[in-house]
């Protein structure tokens, strides 16, 4: 999945086994643009933050994300 279909501003791709690690990939994408005070990744950073820190509320965003890695194809 790429950091747009993840909510964010660009076409990194993350790759992972699970929707999980493709979840903590972007997390790390974001964390890491925002050290090096890429602008363009704030918003999806602030939103990736707020669902770490409110995750029950989340919960939305995480299944839909799940089920958009699982209808991916296979590589």
């Keep these: 999945m790429t950091c747009r279909q993840l909510g964010g501003p660009c076409d990194l791709a993350h790759r992972g086994e699970t929707a999980d690690d493709v979840i903590n990939a972007q997390d790390q994408h974001l964390k890491e643009a925002e050290k090096a005070g890429d602008a363009t990744h704030q918003e999806a950073r602030d939103a990736m933050k707020g669902r770490w820190r409110r995750p029950k509320q989340s ?16 590589d």
């Excluded at 994300?65 to 296979?74: C, S, V, Y």
């Design 59 to 74: 919960l939305g965003w995480y299944f839909a994300t799940k089920k958009q890695f699982a209808e991916l194809p296979e």
